[in-house]
């Protein structure tokens, strides 16, 4: 798939959207990719996920790891194409949230992998693989984490990588890739030009209910 047929993809299902959105930094910004939209599309998930194996189908790949929530239900699909591609079985597996590493800031805890997935990865070619990434930050965790495990990484891919992640930022995989790059301008609170023309701010997605809440408290 081109860019340009992921974005459009990325549209139909409601997953791009236009408006006045406050991110999880707290900035604030006239788009947003709202990743939780694609999911419930069953046959356009899987038409990006073949995208993604097909980046890996020669990398000789035993199983495919993403991060919850979301990155869980690629991994199984990812694994699915690449099983179908190379005629042999791929593993999905996914990391959960590590709570004994949560800060209780959004973005901020670990991963772990649990539920006998542990030993999936030890020895094996593993690949990362995410929704949204923007700081990189979920990526890097559980390529750790793998890794720690004894996980031969073989490389990571994010549908949307919306903040000029490089693959320094993901822990540093052989290979780190993206279906589509998107520069969203963001402003800070104080400079947001939005919030000068009085445009409501979106309370369905992303961080803005929690923000209006502040503003009113």
């Known amino acids: 798939m081109t860019p340009e047929e992921v974005l459009d993809l990325l549209q139909k299902v409601g997953a791009f ?8 930094s707290g900035r604030h910004s006239d788009s947003y990719v709202n990743k939780d939209a694609l999911y419930p599309y069953t046959h356009d998930t899987s038409k990006l996920c073949r995208a ?10 035993d199983v495919v790891v993403g991060p919850a929530v979301g990155a869980a239900i690629l991994s199984q699909w990812v694994a699915y194409h690449l099983t ?8 999905g597996i996914y990391a959960d949230k590590d709570p004994s590493m949560d800060s209780g800031q959004a973005g901020k805890g670990g991963f772990i992998l649990k539920r006998g997935y542990d030993k999936l990865v ?23 984490t793998a890794r720690a495990l004894g996980a031969d990484i073989v490389g990571a891919i994010a ?22 790059e998107l520069h969203m ?5 104080a400079d947001c030009e939005l919030c000068e023309k009085n445009i409501p701010i979106n309370i369905d997605i992303g961080h803005g ?3 209006v809440a502040r503003k009113k408290s």
């Open 17 to 24: 959207r236009s408006g006045h959105f406050v991110f999880t």
């Open 52 to 61: 993604m194996a097909e980046q890996f189908r020669d990398k000789n790949v």
């Open 84 to 91: 179908e591609m190379n005629g042999r079985e791929v593993y």
């Open 122 to 144: 030890k020895g094996k070619r593993v690949l990362v693989v995410e929704d949204l990434t923007t700081t990189g930050g979920s990526i890097k965790k559980v390529v750790e």
């Open 159 to 180: 549908i949307v990588n919306r903040g000029s992640v490089t693959k320094e930022l993901v822990g540093n995989p052989p290979v780190f890739s993206s279906l589509v």
């Open 185 to 189: 301008e963001s402003w800070d609170e």
């Open 209 to 211: 209910r929690e923000y």
